[in-house]
């Protein structure tokens, strides 16, 4: 039996990587799998959706704090391992135990650690204690769970240069998983974009917004400067107007031109890509942007900052601005109206190609990982 550890899980973009590999697994019913979640409706929800499958078992646990989610991972997953006979610990949120000879597979979801540009931007703005607390602290805690596991699996090529910038990671076994379903009727024609018609910016991000490399500001910023200069346009975002107010980053004269969200189910994002819309990227660094390619295969039009991750996950043909710089996320945003309707077709169908041929080549399940590290470890023993 195989444990799957979800118990970090909390946004949509989670969930979604997180069912795909469940997806998979399902398949298979040679292996059994006892996944734990913590205790929310979301995975509750999740979880009932599988309720079918036999070799599927779930357990939940609160998962109130850090400390808390320690003990369960480090003392009940122990009672877990032999009641069960565990012969593999998926590690799906990038944690891991200390006290198991158990092999141990994790899954790298967050880069903001491990990105010196992140680092930078905590200097720059004078947050010392913040990046002390949310930067250094975690990377460090994050540095020594990885070093417990001999398997990694990641969602890009460029996530192990950056890791590899502060700790070694040459004795690891990589593994680069796709978690796209690049199936072709997953992607959909380029929307139509009127210039005499009203632009929906659309930004989608989940409830650690306010995080330094989400980057919020620059795009609250630029919409700011947008309404300033006249510009016709309204935003979508996957937030509620009393997260924004209390985040104290919001600017309220944007008020009237906002669409406050929250949080969306999969089925209720899709529609957010409709006709006249483009999706606005801010974030720093990102192992993968799963929203961002999720508007690309919806046909569409993304603009995301000019990072090398950008042109490795989403390809080198989408609009781009420069980091941090809300000038120039106003003038590409501006300059959209400016485009042919057949340019702007290409960049959006350009982009999809290249999803479809960068993830083509990844891993495509995670079974062929799990049967890969099982037979290793049963060649050793």
């Known amino acids: 039996m195989i444990l799957i550890n979800a118990l970090a899980i909390r946004d949509s973009g989670g969930l979604n990587v997180l069912k795909k590999a469940l997806d998979e697994c399902s398949l298979d019913e040679s292996i059994k799998f006892l996944i734990v ?8 929800d999740l979880s009932n959706s599988y309720k079918d499958i036999n070799h599927f078992n779930f357990k939940f646990y609160e998962n109130s704090s850090l400390i808390r989610r320690f003990y369960i991972e480090n003392i009940t997953f122990r009672s877990l391992e032999k009641k069960y006979k565990i012969k593999l610990l998926y590690q799906f949120t990038g944690s891991a135990q200390i006290f ?3 092999p141990q597979l994790a899954k790298l979801h967050n880069l903001s650690f491990f990105s010196r540009d992140v680092q930078r931007q905590y200097f720059v703005q004078n947050f010392f204690f913040h990046w002390f607390k949310h930067n250094f602290l975690k990377r460090l805690i994050t540095s020594s769970l990885i070093k417990q596991c001999e398997f990694l699996e990641v969602q890009s090529n460029h996530v192990p240069t950056h890791i590899g910038d502060y700790i070694n990671i040459s004795k690891k076994r990589l593994f680069v998983k796709s978690d796209i379903n ?3 009727e997953e992607f959909k024609k380029p929307v139509l974009i009127d210039p005499k018609t009203k632009l929906t ?12 490399h989400k980057n919020i500001k620059t795009f609250i910023d630029a919409a700011s400067k947008l309404k ?4 016709d346009f309204e935003i979508a975002i996957t937030l509620t107007k009393r997260e924004l107010n209390q985040s104290g ?11 406050f969200l929250g949080y969306l189910e999969k089925d209720e994002l899709i529609k957010l890509f409709a006709n006249n819309s483009i999706l606005i990227s801010t974030s720093i660094i990102e192992t993968l942007g799963i929203h961002v390619i999720e508007a690309i295969q919806n046909g569409v039009l993304v603009i995301a900052p000019k990072e090398n991750y950008s042109s490795a996950v989403y390809g080198s043909s989408i609009l781009t601005y420069e980091t941090l710089n809300s000038d120039s996320l106003v003038r590409a945003i ?13 960049i959006t169908l350009e982009s999809q190609n290249y999803i479809k041929s960068n993830e083509g080549l990844k891993i495509q399940s995670t079974l062929e990982i799990f049967k890969s590290i099982l037979m290793q470890d049963k060649k050793i023993r």
């Not at 910016?201 to 330094?212: E, N, R, T």
């Not at 501006?334 to 290409?346: A, I, W």
């Open 182 to 184: 690049i199936n072709q």
């Open 249 to 259: 980053l919001w600017n309220s004269l944007l008020d009237s031109r906002t669409r």
């Open 228 to 231: 300033d200069s006249g510009f």
């Open 201 to 212: 910016l659309i930004y989608i991000v989940g409830p650690h917004f306010d995080a330094m």
């Open 37 to 44: 979640f913590s205790n929310n409706k979301n995975l509750i």
């Open 334 to 346: 501006k300059n959209v109206n400016t485009r042919s309707e057949h340019e702007l077709n290409s």
């Open 100 to 102: 198991t000879k158990i």
